[in-house]
């Protein structure tokens, strides 16, 4: 089959080509419950440049060349001899990890901190290919309204920007302000969320004014232009105290100082990008009694909720398509930010 293979790694970003479009064996069935999934879309997600850059070598035990792609949607191929409710032609979308099932964490529903778990495009091959190996207990059916290629993303993208957006929902009362900083590939599907979630005011932080335009569109009441004013322009919307919850999906340069500072007393302050340091004197955290909560992508049955907002229509994804040929191409207009929104391989 073909796919997209990350043979080394580019910590300057600066090679014309991350990946090199190949032929591999295909992905065979281990386990009773293995499932091979044909792809039909697999999201390209900033993580994978990420990986490019060999930040996550340290993090998983992980020997190149392998394939990248944790966000991932198709149809089945072929089933192990343990799986009865799925038949080959069924569409599905792939929770991102092949999850230990069995782990006390999963049964407390805390998929992401399972131990024994895969995870297919960073642990293990993933989506940028023509087939996927993940487990039975990673799918999700897709009903007939929903196509692989226009969901991919949710696998990671969506799932993670619900998975922030309903802990901040829990708190928000109607009339309280949620800032939401960059809306781009996650921030765009975050608002949504919180707008059919809960009924605060939604403010959207961002440099680009198309991308404030699509806040707008996905239910932001309040604009921010991201400068050197855009603090202040917070502070002005919330009566001078900060919004109550902010979720920040840049995490990087000056937005987590800037998130911060926009975050009331005893208001939460939701970290999902990453790249930067989070910096707070213990006084500051006291005397505020902020919090600060990490995100890390979200749980099976979360995205069986995400796929239901779907559905219905209440969340849609903005996605630019390009062939699994074009991965490079993909590749380097997400990292040069001409991808405004979610990238999907197709191949």
């Not at 944790?70 to 999850?99: F, M, Q, S």
């Not at 335009?213 to 900060?242: N, S």
């Not at 969340?315 to 040929?325: E, F, G, H, I, P």
Request: include cysteine; aromatic fraction near 4%.
């Amino acid at each position: 089959m073909k796919a997209a293979v990350l043979h080394q790694y580019d910590t300057k970003l600066s090679s014309p080509e991350y990946v090199t479009l190949e032929d591999v064996p295909e992905p065979k069935i281990q386990n009773p419950t293995d499932v091979i999934v044909r792809i039909g879309g697999a999201g390209v997600c900033r993580t994978d440049l990420h990986i490019v850059e060999g930040i996550w070598r340290e993090k998983v035990d992980v020997k190149l060349p392998y394939v990248m792609g944790h966000e991932n949607a198709g149809w089945i191929e072929d089933v192990g001899k343990g799986v009865t409710e799925y038949k080959r032609g069924d569409p599905v979308i792939c929770h991102p990890l092949i999850t230990n099932c069995l782990a006390l964490a999963s049964r407390r529903g805390h998929d992401m901190h399972a131990e024994g778990s895969e995870f297919p495009g960073i642990s293990t091959n993933g989506g940028y290919a023509e087939l996927l190996r993940t487990g039975v207990g990673s799918l999700i059916k897709l009903p007939q309204t929903l196509a692989p290629k226009d969901v991919a993303p949710h696998a990671d993208a969506g799932l993670t920007a619900y998975h922030v957006g309903k802990k901040a929902a829990r708190d928000l009362s109607p009339g309280e302000r949620v800032a939401v900083i960059g809306v781009g590939g996650l921030g765009h599907i975050g608002i949504q969320v919180l707008a059919a979630l809960c009924s605060a005011d939604i403010i959207a932080v961002d440099r680009s004014e198309a991308a404030l335009a699509l806040a707008k569109e996905c239910g932001a009441r309040h604009l921010v232009k991201a400068d050197e004013h855009q603090v202040e322009a917070v502070l002005e919307l919330t009566d001078g105290k900060g919004a109550e919850a902010v979720i920040d999906f840049v995490g990087e340069g000056n937005s987590i100082d800037n998130g911060l500072a926009m975050t009331r007393n005893n208001g939460a302050y939701y970290i999902v990008g990453y790249g930067g340091e989070i910096r707070i004197s213990a006084i500051d955290m006291i005397t505020t009694e902020r919090r600060i909560i990490g995100n890390l992508v979200g749980t099976y049955s979360e995205l069986v909720e995400l796929m239901e907002l779907a559905n219905r229509g209440r969340v849609n994804l903005a996605t630019q398509y390009y062939k699994l040929s074009d991965a490079n191409t993909a590749l380097h207009d997400l990292h040069h930010g001409k991808v405004r929104v979610r990238a999907v391989l197709m191949p």
